[in-house]
Structures are given as C-alpha cells and as structure tokens.
C-alpha cells in the first residue's frame, strides 16, 4: 500500500530581546547557571510579572510577515505543571487567544514548486529553566537563567506531506524570523527549535492518522531524520496489523530512532486560566500599521527582486536571498560591477566557500563588498582571468591588501600582447616537437598540453582566450 | 500618647511634643507587654524600628521631615520586607527572610514611615478569624475569647489595643473590613488596582488588594496618599491620579444619595447589628445624606462564586511554595515526587489544602465551564449590579458582618459557616470596588462595623463619608478594657 505521511511542526523561536519576556534579567546565553536569573524569574513570593513591550512588536512582526491576523486583544494564561525546573509551578503562555493566528507562508521546494503552509496561530510564552543531570552526584542541578526567556511558538497546519517539506518549511521561518531580526536562529543553542506532530495514512485516504509527537528537534537534518524514522515506524506498525499510540516521542540522534517520553511526563491536566496578574494585550490598529511599515523586504520578495532586476536564475536568487546578510553583501557588490551574474558566482562561490571553511559570519567577512567589488572590476577589464582572481582573492582574505594593491606587487597583470604570447607559444612548439608531430598527425586532444605549457611559461597571466586562438593559429596554420 | 489617631500623633510630631523615638519606644513597650494576651504579632523589630525612629528625628531636625515621617505602623505579615522574616502565617515561610520590600512597604518607608513589626494573620491569608495562622490564633482585645476576624486580624487587633496607630493589611474576601469591624477599628480595602500588589504575597490576585488598619478615616486618606498609585512593577496596578485624600474630607454629606443594599437585610443578619446599622444610618441622614434603598440581585450567589474563583487562583499562586528554593522543606526526601507532597503536606495548614484542593478541582479538565467559567460570569452579574446601583447613588451601605465576633473555636470545624461571616464583603472585591468598615456601635459589649461602598476610584468620597459620620460619633475613640492604660 501507498502511505502518505501527514507533518505539522510546532517551532519554538527565541526572541532577540535584551531582556525576559517578564522580567529585566539579562537573555544573555551561556551565563554562570543562576547568575541571571531575577526575582520574577525565581518566582519568590509576592513578585509580579510584567510584560516586556519588545516581545510583542517582535510577534507582530512574525505575524504580519506571515500573512497572518493580528489579535487586537489577547490573553496570557497559566499552564500548571510541578516541575523543579518550573520556579512558578505554572508557565504564562497564551491558550485560547493568541496574538498572532491564521496566516501562511509558501515555501519553494527543491524542484522549484511551490508549497503553501498554513500558519494555525504563533503566541508568546516564556521559557522554563534547565535541569542538570550531571555532575552533582545523583542530585539534580537547576539552572534558571533560561527562565523567562521569551519564545514565539509558531504552530503549522498539518500540510506537509514529507520530511523534506518540512525541512525547507522549518529554514523558510528560520530564514523569515534572522529576516525580521526577531531570533538569532542559533539552533545548537536552542534559539530555534521544533516539535514535529507526524502522522500516516493511505495514500487518498481524507482522515488523519494517529500522531505522535517528536519533541526538541534542533537541527534541519534531526528533523529529516526524526520524521522519516517515526512515519516508517508507524507504517511498520499499521502494516504489521498494530495501531498507532498518541504519545510524546524523543528522537535520540545518536541510535537515529525516537522512543516514547515517559508517560507520566503526559498525564497533566495543566488547568490552563487566564492569569490574572496579567492584562489582556490589547493591540490597537495604529500600533500595528506602524510596525507593518517598519517590516525589511521579506525574502520572497528579495528572491523576486533578484531575479527580476538582476537576471539570476530562481535558484541563485534563492541562494543570495537566504540570509539578509548575504543579499545585502551582493547587493553592495553588484552596485559597482556590470556582471551582476559574476557578482553572485562569487559571493555563492569563492566567499561562500571562505566563509564556511573559516566558520564565520558574512558579516565579519575580511574582504568587504567593497574590497570583492574592486576584484572583480579587475576581471571585468580583463586586467587579470578568473583563475588568477582566485589567487588575488585568498591574499586578500589574509589581509594582504586591496585587489590592484597585490596585483601589482604581485604582477599579475595578464598578459593580452599578442607579439609576447606569441614569442611564447613559438618556444615551446619548439620546445615539444614531439608533440608537435603527434599533434599535427591529428592527436587534436594534445591542445590541451600546448594552452597548459604556455599558461605555465607565463605564470597563468596569459590571457587565456588569446592563448587559444593564437595556438590554433600556430598549430593548424 | 496611643489615645491618639495617626493625625494627631502627626500634629505632636510636628509641633515637637515629643520625638519619634520617643513615639516608636512607647509602642513598642505596649507591644512587649500587651501582646502576650493577643499574640497580635509575629516578629517585632525593635532595634529597627529605633534606628528608622532616630533616622527620621534626624530629618525633622533638618527640616526634611514630611507628613508622615516618623509615625510608627504595623505591616501584615504578607509583604515583604527585605532582611525581616515574611511569613504570611504559615509554616511554610517561617524561615522565609524576604529579599526586597513589598512596594507599600518601599512606599511608606521613603515617606519617613517607621515598621513597628510584622503582624499575625490567617495562613496566606485565607481565613476570617486568624485561625489558620501557624502562628497560633490571635484574641480580641474586645474579648479574649473572641476571634478578631481575619485574615487581617493581627493587624485589627494590634491597631485595637493601640500598640499600633496604624496597620496596614489585604482583603480579598473582607479580610481588612471584617476584622475592622470586629475590633472597633477602621478598615480600608481600596479599589482593586489603587494600590500595588508588588511584594504581597498573593492569595487571588483578582481579588488582592491593599489596604490599612487604623483608628480613624482621616488616618487612613492619609496612608493611602502615600500608599497609591501606578507601580511599573504591577501591570494591574491603574494608571489612575492620586488625588489628595486629606483635601477631600469635611465636605458636606448634604445631597449625598446613599444608598442601602435590600438584599443586605436577610435573615442572617443579627437583629442586634441591624438595630446598629439603623442608628448609623439615622447619623447619616442626619449630616444631610438621603438614604434610599437599591438592590444587588444577584449579590447572594457571591460566597459562591468567591470560594470558586478564590481558590483557582490560589492553587496556581501557591504552587511556587514547592520546597525547592525557598521556605519549607521535608527532611530526607526520597525523590521529587516525595519532596513535593511531603514539603506541602507538612508546610501547608488544612484551610489552605482545602482551598488548593477546591481550585485544582475547579481548573480540571471537564470541570473548568461549569465552575470557573461560569463563576467568572456570575461576578460579571455582581459588578453589573454595583454599577447600576451607582448610576443611582453615590456611596452604598451595609453591614460589614452578620454578627459580632464569635468564640474561638467556634467555627473551625464548619468552614461554610465560616466562610458565611464575609457574605457582605465579597461582592466588594468580586467587583473591584473601594470598600470601608467604621466603627458604627456595640452589640453586647463586642463592636459592630458600618460598612460604606463606593465606585471605582471614588476612595475620597468614601472616605470623607466615613470621615463625617466620625467627627459626629465618637465610636472609633472607644478602646476596650485593659488594653487603654498606659503601661505602667
């Protein structure tokens, strides 16, 4: 039988605010454990919470973004669950009313189609601290400094229909919320993380299959792997005669399966009721509009852009549009080059490739838009080749100094007088007479040898359409 | 000099008569000889309270003395103060030293207030005649065989035998009016959002509201000057002015519409309290008010809807008290699951199990419509009532208790029929309204309170109603035997 896999993801964003979502301790990650923690976030008696005006522009933010309706009023409720790590015994998030509901976001898939996914709702919620199991001799340690720290929950319809939908649904919002500056989307630390309800059914079949739901998935491949695992494995189960449990799963990466969380972790009734510490969040159409004209371009619009007004194709335009930094460092290289295509190659290519092998950010890259821009002006005017630029380029990621200042120390200037390539390619005819006869008794293939001897002989300065038309000249003629 | 009402003892403060230290060192010899019979306190902070009495002198000296600099105050035991004990009454914060200062308590402090101690009160306030407390229950000086009401009794019974001028208490159900009226004393309870909640220990933050103690209604506009307005550290707390409270009092009442709530004068009243309530009504119309009667209908579903409402709140709010980082916590737990229960089990008294356990019950799936939702709509109905009743009238009056105070004993094993002595006050806080008790007569020896409503915010005409009726009775002046003397 055909089997359709049925995925609805629920993405934990942590929002970028300099402090709590209810209180004015720092969200600094990596602190001391407990060393940035406040009252509030220790729930000591009599403290109160207080809502932190920024958490609501930046869930606006995702909300107009995402095509998604605005809640002019919403409610903060009280989740009750006895947890150590829990300093309230209730976590405030928004139950019935959330800010932000029914919205979409259409995500371009690998083959170039276009899939739309429904946005259910997106509500703030704080976050809980973090238990320790280790290192305390059997006792367990409890961090605080994550309490409190303010989390958009962006919950999706069930309308992916592979793990591969997912993944590029989960780096679309990873993409859309580094867009809006309301998340670092640093996922090894959790900035951004998901819960993924996965389900199976025949293929044409109308109803939903029994879910199960993997928690804390925080990488794009632990995502693919965790659905693609848990669907074979409710398949397995269906197929072998057995029926499907709703429960919570783990996925352990390192055996690559999920297995149920205890279920006594489940069997809370979380008596969830407004919190009456807190007022409804009233949000008035002024506010709204005023954040609205605030919003960056989205990056399907920077993707349309690119490709429109700068001739790339669909599939580089998504490339340079993945990260603003990225746009905008080619934005402020194609500004100053003609070849907007040999702009993208290579800040797709050669810096790409320079910044992933150092670990850094595009924004720390040594060699500025600027810097990259005087580069390929150089090869624009065929001052140097390509291969050469290469060159020029790793001395100026090692600081070496601008384009034109290394070539000229350097010399590297090609060589496009036709007399010197001439006077070069007569040598090594000369040179390689065997070759010569071999060539000329119609081993063509031997071209090859003759282009790479006389680029050799100059250093790779000759300019190498010249040193093909030449040879041909002096070979065939 | 304990005769005296916080103004006065302002007046002598100002005019030089006599110090503050001296003022504080008086009170604090009432407490450590008077108290023993009252247990009206749970932690005195003699050394304190001299040095805060010697630090405000300083400032008189130096001409930064303000209107309330250097009158010495008793705070419930349910704020907190930083490095003093904060109990709320209960074992489980019997070794809670707090951290930082309620905000009223922050407030009266920068306005040159001196803290006296802290008072006893029902275990994290939930009581109406300071029987839970951990502490022990604290007696009438009225009556040593009475109950002072709660669960603000400490602090009524503390301002009663004057070994404070002044408390400062909460109510969330009646537990400053009540125990006002059970001990001769006035008691304020603010519009829900006057005062800051910030550092007082909630019980349903709804229903909380600040409040104070004190031996007359001018007292107490002076207090709650000091004590009022927006706290950004309370987002319940309103964004409303402050007016000057003391400015408003001794207008005319004449052409006060009063009204008198029908629905007050049920069976349960006491025919000796309603024969009290008659007079004080007769005082009013008197000083020019007509008193005319409205009805609150639905005003008799509000114990109900209280004891639905109160207790979901509080079983979330109690939840922190989980003996992990702070106040009590069992001796060897087994694992976590142990530590919990036995923590709480130990740590908590029965009045506050029980009140966890019906709003746990409440909050429960399948149950959570047909009792918070529904109760939630119920108090919409009560606060409807109030507001048009007040389309119609300025203030409303009533009794603040069905009875004078009881035995203790009397009640503690018929929690319903405890929770019946505040049948008049909880609509009050369901609906977020001001609410006072004066002192309006005796019956059978024990006093009986006036209870005054008035609308949102409307604290100055309150007050100044209750100011009027006291300057024509002198029922707040009356101190119980035994506890008026100066100590020898």
Same mark, same amino acid.
């Given at each position: 039988?055909?089997?359709?896999?049925?995925?609805?993801?629920?993405?934990?964003?942590?929002?970028?605010t300099?402090?709590?979502?209810?209180?004015?301790?720092?969200?600094?990650?990596?602190?001391?454990?407990? &060393?940035?923690?406040? =009252?509030?976030d220790?729930?000591?008696?009599?403290?109160?919470?207080?809502?932190?005006?920024?958490?609501?522009?930046?869930?606006?933010?995702?909300?107009l973004?995402?095509?998604?309706?605005?809640?002019?009023?919403?409610?903060?409720?009280?989740?009750?669950?006895?947890?150590p790590?829990?300093?309230?015994?209730?976590?405030?998030?928004?139950?019935?009313?959330?800010?932000v509901h029914?919205?979409?976001?259409d995500?371009?898939?690998?083959?170039?189609?276009?899939k739309?996914?429904?946005?259910?709702?997106?509500?703030?919620?704080?976050?809980?601290?973090?238990?320790?199991?280790?290192d305390?001799?059997?006792?367990?340690?409890?961090d605080?400094?994550?309490?409190g720290?303010?989390?958009?929950?962006i919950?999706?319809?069930?309308?992916m229909?592979?793990?591969?939908?997912?993944?590029a649904?989960?780096?679309?919002?990873?993409?859309?919320?580094?867009?809006?500056?309301?998340?670092d989307?640093?996922?090894?630390?959790?900035?951004?993380?998901?819960?993924a309800?996965?389900?199976?059914?025949?293929?044409?079949?109308?109803?939903?299959?029994?879910?199960?739901?993997i928690?804390?998935?925080?990488?794009?491949?632990?995502?693919?792997?965790?659905?693609n695992?848990?669907?074979?494995?409710?398949?397995?189960?269906?197929?072998?005669?057995?029926?499907?449990?709703?429960?919570?799963?783990?996925?352990?990466?390192?055996?690559?399966? &999920?297995?149920?969380?205890?279920?006594?972790?489940?069997?809370?009734?979380?008596?969830?009721?407004?919190?009456?510490?807190?007022?409804?969040l009233?949000?008035?159409?002024?506010m709204?509009?005023?954040?609205?004209?605030?919003?960056?371009?989205?990056?399907?619009?920077?993707?349309?852009?690119?490709?429109?007004?700068?001739?790339?194709?669909?599939y580089?335009?998504?490339?340079?549009?993945?990260?603003?930094?990225?746009a905008?460092?080619?934005?402020?290289?194609?500004?100053?080059?003609?070849?907007?295509?040999?702009?993208?190659?290579?800040?797709?290519?050669?810096?790409?490739?320079?910044l992933n092998?150092?670990?850094?950010?595009?924004?720390?890259?040594?060699?500025g838009?600027?810097?990259?821009?005087?580069?390929?002006?150089?090869?624009?005017?065929?001052?140097?080749?390509?291969?050469?630029?290469?060159?020029?380029?790793?001395?100026?990621?090692?600081?070496?100094?601008?384009?034109?200042?290394?070539?000229d120390r350097?010399?590297?200037?090609?060589?496009t007088?036709?007399?010197?390539?001439q006077?070069?390619i007569?040598?090594?005819?000369?040179?390689n007479?065997?070759?010569?006869?071999?060539?000329?008794?119609g081993?063509?293939k031997?071209?090859?040898?003759?282009?790479?001897q006389?680029?050799?002989a100059?250093?790779?300065?000759?300019?190498?359409?010249?040193?093909?038309?030449? =040879?041909?000249?002096?070979?065939?003629? | 000099?304990?005769?005296?009402t916080?103004?006065e *003892?302002a007046?002598?403060?100002?005019?030089?008569?006599f110090?503050?230290?001296?003022?504080?060192?008086?009170?604090?010899?009432? %407490?450590?000889?008077?108290?023993a019979?009252?247990?009206?306190?749970?932690?005195?902070?003699?050394e304190?309270?001299?040095?805060?009495?010697?630090? #405000?002198?300083?400032?008189?000296?130096?001409?930064?003395?303000? @209107?309330?600099?250097?009158?010495?105050?008793?705070?419930?035991? %349910?704020?907190?103060?930083?490095g003093?004990?904060?109990?709320?009454?209960?074992?489980?914060?019997?070794?809670?030293v707090?951290?930082?200062?309620?905000?009223?308590?922050?407030?009266? $402090?920068?306005?040159?207030?001196?803290?006296?101690?802290?008072?006893?009160?029902?275990?994290?306030?939930?009581?109406?005649?300071?029987?839970?407390?951990?502490?022990?229950?604290?007696? !009438?000086?009225?009556?040593? !065989? $009475?109950?002072?009401?709660g669960?603000?009794?400490?602090? #009524?019974?503390?301002?009663?035998a004057?070994?404070?001028?002044?408390?400062t208490?909460?109510?969330?159900?009646?537990?400053?009016?009540?125990?006002?009226?059970?001990? !001769?004393?006035?008691?304020?309870?603010?519009?829900?959002?006057?005062?800051?909640?910030?550092?007082m220990?909630?019980?349903?933050?709804?229903?909380?509201?600040?409040?104070?103690?004190?031996?007359s209604?001018?007292?107490?506009?002076?207090?709650?000057? #000091?004590?009022?307005?927006?706290?950004p550290r309370?987002?319940?707390s309103?964004?409303?002015?402050? @007016?000057?409270?003391?400015?408003?009092?001794?207008?005319?009442?004449?052409?006060?519409?009063?009204?008198?709530?029908r629905?007050?004068?049920?069976?349960?009243l006491?025919p000796?309290?309603?024969?009290?309530?008659?007079?004080?009504l007769?005082?009013?119309?008197?000083?020019?008010?007509?008193?005319?009667?409205?009805s609150?209908?639905?005003?008799?579903?509000?114990?109900?809807?209280?004891?639905?409402?109160?207790?979901?709140?509080?079983?979330?709010?109690?939840?922190?008290?989980?003996?992990?980082r702070?106040?009590?916590?069992?001796?060897?737990? $087994?694992?976590?699951?142990?530590?919990?229960?036995?923590?709480?089990?130990?740590g908590?008294?029965?009045?506050?199990?029980?009140?966890?356990?019906?709003?746990?019950?409440?909050?429960?799936a399948?149950y959570?419509?047909?009792?918070?939702?529904?109760?939630?709509?119920?108090?919409?109905?009560?606060?409807?009532?109030f507001?048009?009743?007040?389309?119609?009238?300025?203030?409303?009056v009533?009794?603040?208790? @069905?009875?004078?105070?009881f035995?203790?004993?009397? $009640?503690?094993?018929?929690?319903?029929?405890?929770?019946?002595?505040?049948?008049?006050?909880?609509?009050?806080?369901?609906?977020?309204?001001?609410g006072?008790?004066?002192?309006?007569?005796?019956v059978?020896?024990?006093?009986?309170? *006036?209870?005054?409503?008035?609308?949102?915010?409307?604290?100055?005409?309150?007050? !100044?109603?209750?100011?009027?009726y006291?300057?024509?009775?002198?029922?707040?002046?009356r101190?119980?035997?035994?506890?008026?003397?100066?100590?020898?």
């Amino acid at each position: 039988m055909e089997w359709e896999v049925v995925i609805g993801l629920e993405i934990h964003a942590q929002l970028k605010t300099a402090s709590k979502i209810f209180s004015a301790a720092s969200t600094q990650y990596g602190a001391e454990p407990n &060393t940035q923690a406040c =009252l509030v976030d220790l729930g000591y008696p009599g403290v109160l919470p207080v809502l932190n005006g920024d958490v609501v522009r930046m869930a606006v933010r995702f909300g107009l973004a995402s095509h998604s309706s605005i809640a002019p009023r919403s409610i903060f409720a009280r989740k009750n669950y006895f947890y150590p790590d829990l300093p309230k015994g209730y976590q405030i998030s928004q139950y019935e009313l959330p800010v932000v509901h029914d919205g979409w976001v259409d995500v371009v898939l690998d083959d170039g189609s276009r899939k739309r996914v429904g946005i259910t709702r997106a509500h703030l919620e704080e976050d809980a601290g973090k238990s320790l199991h280790e290192d305390f001799h059997g006792l367990t340690g409890i961090d605080l400094n994550r309490a409190g720290t303010p989390l958009l929950e962006i919950v999706s319809e069930p309308d992916m229909r592979s793990a591969k939908e997912a993944v590029a649904y989960m780096k679309l919002i990873h993409q859309l919320v580094r867009y809006l500056d309301i998340c670092d989307g640093n996922m090894q630390e959790g900035s951004l993380r998901c819960d993924a309800n996965i389900s199976v059914r025949p293929m044409g079949r109308h109803e939903f299959g029994t879910r199960a739901e993997i928690k804390n998935l925080n990488s794009f491949r632990f995502i693919e792997r965790a659905i693609n695992y848990e669907a074979e494995r409710q398949i397995d189960i269906i197929e072998s005669g057995g029926s499907v449990v709703q429960e919570t799963r783990l996925y352990d990466s390192g055996k690559d399966e &999920t297995r149920p969380m205890r279920s006594k972790e489940e069997a809370n009734d979380y008596r969830y009721f407004p919190d009456p510490d807190l007022l409804p969040l009233m949000l008035d159409e002024k506010m709204i509009e005023s954040i609205r004209t605030d919003l960056p371009e989205l990056p399907w619009d920077k993707r349309d852009r690119f490709a429109a007004s700068y001739g790339l194709s669909d599939y580089d335009a998504g490339v340079l549009t993945t990260a603003r930094g990225t746009a905008d460092y080619f934005e402020a290289v194609a500004a100053g080059v003609e070849d907007a295509k040999l702009a993208a190659n290579w800040v797709m290519g050669e810096l790409a490739g320079a910044l992933n092998k150092a670990g850094i950010e595009i924004e720390a890259s040594p060699v500025g838009p600027d810097a990259l821009q005087g580069l390929l002006s150089r090869i624009a005017d065929e001052t140097i080749s390509g291969k050469i630029a290469k060159e020029v380029f790793e001395s100026m990621w090692a600081g070496e100094g601008s384009a034109d200042e290394i070539i000229d120390r350097k010399g590297l200037r090609q060589i496009t007088d036709s007399s010197a390539i001439q006077s070069v390619i007569d040598q090594v005819l000369a040179d390689n007479p065997q070759q010569l006869e071999q060539y000329r008794a119609g081993k063509v293939k031997l071209l090859g040898f003759f282009v790479g001897q006389v680029m050799k002989a100059t250093r790779g300065q000759a300019n190498p359409a010249q040193v093909n038309d030449l =040879l041909h000249r002096s070979l065939d003629g | 000099m304990h005769t005296r009402t916080l103004a006065e *003892l302002a007046a002598a403060l100002r005019d030089g008569e006599f110090s503050s230290a001296e003022l504080v060192g008086h009170y604090l010899d009432r %407490i450590e000889t008077l108290d023993a019979r009252l247990n009206a306190f749970v932690t005195v902070t003699r050394e304190q309270a001299l040095q805060a009495a010697r630090s #405000a002198d300083h400032a008189r000296a130096h001409g930064q003395a303000g @209107p309330l600099t250097g009158l010495p105050i008793a705070h419930k035991d %349910i704020f907190c103060t930083e490095g003093i004990k904060t109990s709320c009454g209960s074992r489980m914060l019997d070794n809670f030293v707090s951290p930082y200062d309620a905000t009223v308590v922050r407030r009266l $402090k920068a306005a040159g207030v001196v803290m006296l101690g802290k008072t006893n009160m029902d275990e994290f306030a939930m009581g109406s005649s300071n029987e839970t407390s951990w502490y022990g229950p604290v007696k !009438n000086p009225w009556d040593l !065989n $009475k109950v002072p009401g709660g669960s603000s009794g400490g602090s #009524a019974a503390a301002v009663a035998a004057r070994m404070a001028p002044a408390a400062t208490g909460t109510d969330t159900g009646g537990s400053i009016r009540q125990p006002a009226a059970l001990t !001769n004393t006035t008691g304020l309870k603010p519009t829900y959002g006057r005062v800051s909640r910030y550092g007082m220990i909630a019980f349903a933050s709804s229903l909380d509201q600040a409040g104070t103690i004190t031996a007359s209604a001018e007292d107490a506009a002076m207090l709650l000057g #000091a004590m009022a307005g927006h706290d950004p550290r309370d987002s319940t707390s309103a964004e409303v002015p402050v @007016p000057d409270y003391l400015d408003a009092l001794g207008e005319s009442l004449s052409g006060l519409r009063i009204g008198l709530a029908r629905e007050f004068l049920d069976d349960g009243l006491d025919p000796g309290n309603a024969a009290v309530l008659e007079q004080a009504l007769d005082v009013l119309r008197g000083l020019g008010a007509a008193v005319v009667e409205v009805s609150l209908p639905n005003i008799g579903l509000s114990v109900p809807t209280y004891y639905v409402v109160a207790p979901a709140e509080c079983s979330s709010n109690l939840s922190r008290f989980d003996g992990i980082r702070f106040g009590y916590r069992a001796e060897d737990p $087994k694992d976590l699951t142990d530590l919990y229960k036995r923590s709480r089990g130990e740590g908590f008294g029965a009045e506050v199990k029980r009140r966890i356990i019906t709003g746990t019950y409440v909050l429960s799936a399948g149950y959570y419509d047909a009792y918070y939702l529904k109760a939630q709509r119920v108090r919409q109905l009560i606060a409807g009532d109030f507001q048009r009743a007040f389309e119609e009238v300025d203030l409303i009056v009533g009794p603040t208790t @069905p009875t004078p105070a009881f035995d203790i004993g009397a $009640k503690v094993d018929d929690p319903v029929t405890m929770y019946l002595n505040d049948i008049y006050t909880i609509g009050v806080n369901l609906a977020g309204l001001p609410g006072m008790s004066v002192p309006c007569g005796f019956v059978d020896g024990l006093p009986v309170g *006036l209870q005054i409503i008035g609308n949102h915010f409307d604290e100055g005409r309150l007050l !100044n109603a209750a100011h009027m009726y006291q300057r024509e009775t002198d029922w707040h002046r009356r101190l119980p035997d035994g506890f008026s003397p100066e100590p020898a």
